[in-house]
C-alpha cells in the first residue's frame, strides 16, 4: 500500500478556522473514499492511503461524535486531495497551458453553466431536506442559494463587455466539464442524502481559492485595455466571498451527525475528481473563430 502525508501547510488543508479542543488533540478520524483510499486526520494533518490488490487497509472508520471544525477542515482536504488523485495526471489536457483571450471567454461558458444552476439546484434540495424534517439545514442550503442568486449574470456581463452575445454564446457554448459537474450537483440533490449538496459546493469553493489577486491580474492583462471583465471571477476567488464561504462551511459540515458527514466528504472526493474531467477546449485558434461567430 502507499501513504501519502499532507501537513499543516498543505494548500487544501490550510484554512484557518476553529482550534480544535484539548480533547480532541490526538483524536484520528478515518474514512474511505469511493475508489477505495483512505483519508485519515487528526486535527492537524491528513494522510492518504492506498491499499494494494495484495494488501488490506490498517485503518477502519471512525469518525468524532460529536466532530469538530479543525478535524472536519482536515478530513475534507484530504477527501478534495484524494478526488483530484483518482483521475489520471494527464486527464486534463489544457491543465497548465498559457493563458488566452479566447480560453477565458470560453471558460466564462463553462462559469455561466455552474452558478446559473446553484440557487435551482440548492432550493431543490432544501425543499427534499425540509420534507424530511431537517430545518435548520433547509435554511442554510436555502441562504446559500439566495447568496448566490445573480452570479451567473456576471459570467454574462464579463461577456458583454468583451463584446460577446452572453445570451446566445451561453445557450450554445456548453463546456461538457462543466456540464459534467451541474449533473453530479443534481445527482447530489435528488439522491437520498441530499444533504451531499454541501460537499459539492465545498469543492467548487475551497478550490475556487486558488485564483489569487494574481490570477485577477493575470486576467486583465490579457483583456483589452479599460475593460472591466472579471466580474465572476473576482467574486469566486481568494478575494471575494468564498473564502469566508469555506470557512462558515466547515463549521457547519463539521456539527453534522456522523452518516451526514460521511455524504458530505464523499460529495467532496467525487465533486473534486469530477474537476479533473478532461475539456473540450478545442484550442486557441478554433476557440477564436467559435467566438467571432458571437462578436456584436
Known amino acids: ?6 501537513g499543516t501547510n498543505s494548500s487544501i488543508g490550510d484554512v484557518p478556522d476553529e482550534v480544535a479542543t484539548e480533547d480532541s488533540l490526538s483524536e484520528i478520524e478515518s ?25 488490506t487497509s490498517s485503518f477502519s472508520r471512525h469518525l468524532l461524535d460529536p466532530g469538530d471544525a479543525a478535524h472536519a477542515r482536515q478530513l475534507l482536504a484530504a477527501a478534495l486531495t484524494a478526488g483530484r488523485a483518482s483521475r489520471s495526471s494527464d486527464a486534463n489536457e489544457f491543465v497548465g497551458q498559457r493563458r488566452s483571450l479566447p480560453r477565458y471567454i470560453y471558460g466564462l461558458a463553462g462559469s455561466y453553466q455552474t452558478t446559473h444552476a446553484t440557487p435551482l439546484t440548492m432550493r431543490h434540495a432544501a425543499g427534499r431536506l425540509r420534507a424530511a424534517g431537517n430545518i435548520a439545514l433547509a435554511k442554510h442550503c436555502r441562504d446559500v442559494a439566495d447568496q448566490e442568486t445573480g452570479h451567473d449574470q456576471l459570467a454574462l456581463k464579463d461577456l458583454e463587455a468583451l463584446g460577446v452575445r452572453s445570451a446566445d454564446f451561453v445557450r450554445d457554448v456548453r463546456p461538457c466539464d462543466s456540464l459534467e459537474l451541474v449533473a453530479l450537483f ?9 444533504v451531499s449538496v454541501l460537499g ?6 475551497r478550490f475556487a481559492l486558488f485564483k489569487t489577486q494574481q490570477t485577477v491580474d493575470a486576467i486583465e492583462a490579457i483583456v483589452p485595455p479599460g475593460t472591466m471583465a472579471t466580474r465572476c471571477l473576482r467574486v469566486h476567488s481568494a478575494i471575494g466571498s468564498d473564502a469566508g464561504h469555506v470557512a462558515s462551511s466547515v463549521r457547519i459540515i463539521a456539527r453534522l451527525g456522523q452518516s451526514d458527514r460521511i455524504s ?3 460529495a467532496a472526493f467525487e465533486t473534486a475528481a469530477c474537476m479533473m474531467s478532461p475539456t473540450d477546449y478545442p484550442g486557441d485558434e478554433a476557440a477564436g473563430e467559435l ?6
Open 1 to 6: 500500500m502507499s501513504m501519502t502525508k499532507a
Open 31 to 55: 474514512l474511505e473514499m469511493p475508489d477505495g483510499t483512505w483519508a485519515i486526520c487528526d486535527d492537524r494533518t491528513f494522510w492518504l492511503e492506498r491499499p494494494t490488490f495484495l494488501t
Open 186 to 194: 443534481r445527482r447530489f440533490a435528488d439522491s437520498e442524502s441530499p
Open 200 to 205: 459539492y459546493a465545498y469543492a467548487l469553493e
Open 264 to 266: 458530505v466528504v464523499c
Open 291 to 296: 467566438i467571432s461567430r458571437y462578436m456584436k
